[in-house]
């Protein structure tokens, strides 16, 4: 089957839509349009879509952050049990 140009233009218009509906529904505001302008979030950078390096971005702050908190958590606790060991 062979596919023509318009199809496959057409088909990388669609499913960009797609997933600027679902990033900025998933952050319930306008994000795509401020971060990437009018880049296709299916393109390349680094070996992976754009889309996914947001991600992976956000999820490394996300990780990062908990880790922070549960080393003040930590020290917060082994303020009030220390006494007891």
């Known amino acids: 089957m062979r596919i ?4 496959i233009f057409a088909l ?10 679902v990033l900025n529904a ?12 009018s880049m296709n979030l299916f393109s390349y950078s680094g070996g992976l879509p754009v889309w996914a390096n947001l991600m992976l ?11 922070d908190e549960l080393q003040q ?6 303020k009030y049990v220390k ?3």
């Open 57 to 67: 971005a956000l999820a490394e702050e996300v990780q990062s952050s908990m880790q």
């Open 26 to 37: 998933l952050f319930e505001k306008e994000v795509c349009e401020p971060l990437f302008g």
């Open 73 to 78: 958590r930590e020290k917060r606790i082994e």
């Open 12 to 21: 990388a218009k669609e499913t960009d839509g797609k997933i600027r509906e």
């Open 83 to 85: 006494k007891y060991q």
């Open 4 to 7: 023509i140009r318009k199809e």
